[in-house]
């Protein structure tokens, strides 16, 4: 793995709301680089100055060996300083467990009379070093840095006083657990993080591109804009672009979370990190290499990691407070006995003391929420959703209201011909009617076009010259001295035209007209999404009361899929700034800890996206501005994933929730049961290092979730 050292300044800085939306009009495709190790900075972690970055991860440790060893990422690594750092990470731990079992089987088996006193001391003392030696360098580290209350510290106190007292066996169980506890701690980080670096190795090192007549093979980033590149079976796409090929059938399960392969057809768009799986392939790359799909994936989850929810970070300066105000009562404990209890033992409150110390250690609290929340955002991009923050998954179940756009969001955004009718007294028939509209309509770009280009016809279609757009109303064009028009009412009207009476006809309608006589029209409609209908249904059934519908289409063609759909409201015929109005309105009716939640796709939706308490954008048909503007993106164009994102969100606050219960409820009985002698040292190592581990695990079945 690459690796390479550098000073933390970049030209710009992204800002934040208060929402944690960002505030600043920068593109968010540059490539970022993180730490990742906010979590054991609160503890306490002293890194040296210089870090190690890999080329992806963000994941730093201090001097030592490369992040793919045993160690973990943050692991307790301090190069020279630390003796034990050249052996692998699970030797030194081993080590202590194997003296420590001998030493107890010396005493309570063999009941050897030589292990005794200083025999016994140097026998646990060396058991102690290998795995306390690392530790106590790190509090040093901190004590330098005027960071008194931190894990390395207590965990330091508590050993040293019960060797002190006599009880070796447990000072040096105390920081073996504490150590094995640590190593699970870093493997479930690493865990979580190489599952999403996992992203970087579907991002192609190699294009073949078509450059004097042959394809050579190249840097993806060398690769310009309208360039020609080939991809192989078995191959990713470097980079976006248009397929040129007949058809493509490809493997998108890295950018949606699908497992079942797509077929794309000729001109589809097709993104980087989707995987060739049939015959080569040619595409025409309309994406620079920072800008493709997988690029951006890859920035928004590594921002998404650094974006505290509002319960982390509340969890965070609890521990802050908690950890000096526990070491207090430690000290107290020891000592105020000393003025009411007549046959006061110091040795005894002092071991009640170190108790408290070793149970005071927030680590369950302050390892397992954020490894909770990386879950959760780990296994919301495998369902083909992008958060950019981990506060989403707080305010995602708690959403109530929901407004969404109509074209490309729950309709495909393709237009199909419905309709063809022949006008009364036309001489004509259907086949006329349509190859001289479509010899029209050849001309222009607009879906509506596209859809009627893709009538069935076999002849060829008139020659028609002078072809015209008149703009808001149609098309125009000769075919000999004859004028054919196409287009709306309007134009119609323009050249003084009978029309049928279409008031009825709620759908797109093109009328066309030749030599001053109308022959007919088409109607052309949106069609549904597959899963429109199931996502509505699925939403009411999570709880969310409100669904309305804003449109900038037909306010007749917006009411009629409202009301196939079953929403509450629907208003059609919305410009930008009404849509907002809209979404204001919605937000300031919400009730008390609920959200108002929107889902775009286009251009005009970007600043509705940007004032709704959450924005989700369709990521595949939508625009760039709106998938930059949104919270969350919905990689599918699913609006289904809206009830999936609301469920991760669910899953991740019932596993955090259950973590601070246990972490809290056990440590209190044990503070408690400690505080009156009824509790030893093994029972505060469970309550610190066996309910972080516990945690942990539970943070853990996040990742394992379907």
């Not at 692991?75 to 467990?97: E, K, M, Q, V, W």
Request: proline letters at 3%; a negative charge; charged letters at 20%.
């Amino acid at each position: 793995m690459h690796k390479h050292n550098h000073t933390h300044k970049h030209a710009h800085a992204h800002t934040h709301d208060h929402h944690g939306k960002m505030t600043c009009s920068c593109s968010k495709t540059h490539a970022v680089h993180e730490h990742h190790s906010e979590h054991h900075a609160e503890c306490g972690h002293a890194h040296h100055e210089t870090h190690t970055h890999s080329e992806g991860g963000g994941c730093c440790h201090s001097g030592g060996d490369d992040d793919d060893d045993d160690g973990g990422c943050c692991s307790h690594d301090h190069g020279a300083h630390n003796p034990f750092s050249r052996f692998p990470t699970y030797l030194p731990p081993l080590i202590s467990f194997s003296l420590l079992m001998l030493g107890l089987a010396f005493s309570y088996l063999f009941k050897f009379s030589f292990f005794d006193g200083i025999v016994a001391f140097i026998w646990y003392a060396v058991a102690y070093i290998p795995v306390g030696y690392p530790v106590l360098l790190s509090s040093l580290a901190a004590f330098k840095k005027s960071d008194y209350f931190t894990e390395f510290s207590l965990m330091t106190v508590a050993t040293i006083g019960a060797f002190a007292i006599g009880e070796y066996p447990e000072g040096v169980a105390v920081m073996l657990f504490y150590s094995v506890g640590e190593l699970f701690q870093a493997k479930a980080v690493k865990s979580a993080r190489n599952n999403i670096k996992a992203l970087l190795d579907i991002r192609p090192n190699i294009a073949h591109v078509l450059r004097g007549g042959d394809y050579v093979t190249v840097d993806p980033q060398t690769v310009a804009i309208d360039e020609t590149i080939q991809v192989k079976v078995g191959e990713s796409i470097p980079l976006d672009g248009i397929l040129l090929s007949e058809k493509a059938v490809l493997d998108t399960a890295a950018l949606t979370g699908e497992s079942k392969p797509k077929t794309h057809r000729q001109d589809a768009m097709v993104m980087a990190g989707m995987v060739n799986l049939e015959s080569v392939i040619t595409i025409q790359v309309k994406k620079g290499f920072h800008n493709s799909s997988i690029a951006r994936i890859l920035t928004l989850v590594q921002d998404a990691s650094s974006r505290k929810s509002k319960t982390e970070l509340l969890v965070r300066k609890l521990a802050k407070i908690y950890t000096p105000i526990v070491a207090l009562l430690a000290v107290l404990i020891c000592l105020v006995p000393a003025l009411f209890v007549s046959d006061y033992v110091f040795s005894e409150w002092l071991y009640r003391a170190l108790i408290f110390l070793v149970i005071s250690c927030p680590c369950a609290l302050v390892i397992s929420i954020p490894l909770g929340y990386f879950g959760g955002l780990e296994l919301a991009s495998k369902k083909g959703l992008l958060l950019k923050g981990a506060m989403f998954l707080d305010q995602l179940p708690k959403i109530d209201t929901i407004a969404m756009d109509k074209t490309g969001t729950v309709t495909k955004g393709t237009f199909s011909i419905q309709q063809i009718v022949i006008a009364d007294g036309a001489e004509v028939n259907e086949k006329f009617l349509m190859t001289h509209l479509m010899a029209l309509e050849q001309q222009s770009n607009h879906p509506i076009a596209k859809a009627i280009m893709q009538y069935p016809h076999s002849d060829a279609l008139p020659t028609v010259d002078d072809v015209k757009e008149i703009a808001g109303k149609g098309l125009m064009g000769t075919i000999g001295d004859k004028t054919l028009l196409a287009g709306n009412q309007k134009l119609m009207q323009q050249f003084n035209i009978e029309t049928p009476n279409t008031d009825d006809i709620v759908n797109s309608l093109v009328l066309v007209a030749l030599d001053n006589q109308c022959l007919g029209y088409v109607t052309i409609a949106d069609e549904l999404k597959g899963d429109s209908k199931a996502a509505i249904e699925e939403l009411r059934q999570l709880g969310v009361k409100q669904l309305v519908m804003l449109s900038g289409d037909k306010d007749s063609i917006t009411q009629n899929i409202a009301e196939e759909l079953g929403l509450d409201s629907a208003q059609g015929d919305l410009q930008p700034e009404d849509k907002l109005h809209a979404i204001e309105d919605l937000k300031q009716k919400k009730s008390n800890g609920h959200f108002v939640a929107f889902v775009g796709d286009g251009i005009n939706d970007a600043p509705v996206l940007a004032a709704a308490d959450i924005g989700f954008a369709m990521g595949g048909l939508g625009s760039d501005v709106a998938i930059e503007t949104a919270d969350v993106v919905i990689q599918s164009d699913e609006l289904s994933k809206m009830a999936t994102a609301m469920q991760v969100g669910r899953k991740t606050q019932h596993i955090i929730w259950q973590n601070i219960t246990m972490a809290f409820a056990t440590k209190i009985l044990v503070l408690l049961l400690g505080a009156f002698g009824m509790a030893n040292m093994w029972g505060a190592v469970f309550a610190d290092v066996g309910v972080a581990l516990l945690a942990i695990l539970n943070a853990v079945r996040l990742q394992k979730m379907d």
